[in-house]
């Protein structure tokens, strides 16, 4: 399961799942903590009508989960034709307050009068291991709060007379063989249990009087703060506002948020406006207040694989800032600027990724490599930076934002880039490629190695440092002349790359990798051949494109990364191909690039969330669901095409 909608104000993160559930709730940094228990419950939503209790996760449900154009509300619509009712929500995290709010409407199908009770459930995991937390009734405010130490989650919700929660229950989670206080809620009735320690969850009902011509209307929050005080005021200001209130304060940010780029975003066709907009607000949920862009909230992938996409990988997040960019958007650029300043090796490089807290994130990468020692890095993550450094530069002409950076940021990355070649073969030292996966000197670190020092040798100049150009830029011309080495003449294409032996043999590495085009298409066309690239391109569409019946072009030749099982071909990647759309509109094949538009919104979620992957016989999505990286690139490439 994806999250079709993920909310949020760069503090508070609600994702929610394909049934319009809560499953995600990181705070107080985007994608730092996940307070809920991802990787077995969400939060569940009942109802009792006629003696009937349902859930709303239950088969009879049909539910769809959208979010509106102009702003991140979400648009969910939650009917059960057998017992005739129908639930509306507009769901928001709050722009000033560090709260999700959640407004349903209660609508009975058969025009007759109801009494419908509405059960909200809540599962939350602050301590490690769901232990040590606490949840109780609060009977002064009637509300129930959750909290650990310095992490307090207040749930509060009334109906549209003013009535809050008539009945609650609190109890123990997945600990002592205990499923949830959650079952507790299916004869309609609560025990009122105000307490309890451990592994927590809750449950309180609301009572609701409907018609065919009354439709009753639920208000319904959670608010996280420091301490059970600091959530009380947040909850009395939203109280005393209303959440109609709220939820047009936060429509209306959201409307001047994106007007920032709205000039360029009109000339799009009418058709591609609304996927441009969503994709900008889907980076705008994963970008923290303090910097760090998050690959992907998604948690789902916990329950399959070791580690979730919540990091800070240098790389997605550069390129996630290049479209803002490109639309005028200053903020998130120059805080993501200062978060890899503030968290840059000594050395001068990024590491392989980060926590949006700027600790170091998990690895894979050894210190290790044969008989040397290596440093444990992605090399293209940090020059993609400095690259961007100098995007940002010519299309905001903050001089005195980029000079800020040069002494402490600018120069020891690019000295570093300078350093850390090869004296035999005059490129880059090996690192680990884009993927992740293999340690050689690839096509595409050498192309973003190269367009990182070009810009570096610019910037010294802008500020006056000339012995710095001088030598980033003899550094630059030295690798463009030693690329020829990555063409193999018997494959017609650029290799991924190779592996400088002891004995100063190369290794080489001749898999088909679209980055291998892409890299030097994108960033170092003048240190790369025109018909290398060219060839690299046409042997991947002969290759790669549209070779399975979902479509799209995987990473490279034998990928096997989530690929099912029974498939003998790897799975596309909205990425990789629309970086061959980019490639169409270079060279004016407008037509080719517009088909492979339209594939990419065609294999969307309905909400307009794009995946990391797809199944190349169904065109399902696979892994995270949304991922920031997809979004960007379809931002660039709808960017390409008015050009």
Known sequence: MGRPVILGNGSLTVGL????????FYYPYVGLDNLTTARSMHHKIGVWVDGIFSWIDSVNWQISVDFEPNALVSRIDMTNQKLGLRLMCADFVDNEFNAFCRRITVQSLSGEKRSVRLFMHQVFEISRRG?????????????????KGRCALLVYAQDGRGNGFDQF?????????????????????LSGNAVEHGGVDSVGRLSLEISGEYNASVDYWIVAADSQWDAQKIHDKIKADGLQKRIADTRTWWNDWLNIGNSKLQNL???????????????????????????????????????????????DGALAMWPLIRLGYADEPKKFFEFCRDSMHPGGYMAHKYQPDRAIGSTWHPLIHGKHNELAIQEDE???????LGEYLDASGDKEFVSSLYTTFIQPMSNFMADFRDESTHLPHASYDLWEEKFLTTTYTTATVYRALITAARLADTFEFPDDAVRWRNVAD?????TDILFNQEMGSLAKGFLLQD??????????????????????????????????????ENTLHNQTPSGGTPRYEGDRYFTPENSIRSNPWPVTTMWLAQYYLQTNRYDEAGKIVDWVLDHALPSGVLSEQLNPTTGEP????????????LISTLLDSQQ
């Open 503 to 540: 004995d100063g043999a190369l290794q080489f590495d001749d898999t088909l990798d679209v980055s291998s085009a892409y890299g030097p298409m994108m960033f170092a066309g003048k240190a790369f051949k025109t018909e290398y690239i060219s060839k690299t391109l046409e042997a991947i």
């Open 269 to 315: 066709p009418e058709g591609l406006r609304v996927p441009a907009k969503k994709s900008l607000m889907v980076i705008k949920a994963h970008t923290d207040a303090r910097g760090g862009v998050i690959a992907s909230c998604d948690s789902s992938i916990y329950n399959y694989g070791r580690d979730y996409y919540s990091y800070v990988w240098p790389r």
């Open 478 to 482: 030295d690798i463009a002349d030693h």
């Open 169 to 189: 229950a609190v109890g123990n989670y997945g600990i002592e063989g205990k499923d949830g206080t959650f079952e507790d809620a299916e004869d309609g009735e």
């Open 17 to 24: 799942d394909e049934q319009g559930l809560v499953h995600d």
């Open 382 to 388: 940090t020059a993609i930076v400095i690259a961007m």
């Open 131 to 147: 232990r040590g937390d606490t949840a109780m009734y609060v009977p002064e405010e009637n509300y129930i709060l959750d909290y």
């Open 622 to 633: 696979i892994s995270v669901t949304p991922l920031v990286w997809s979004h960007a690139e």
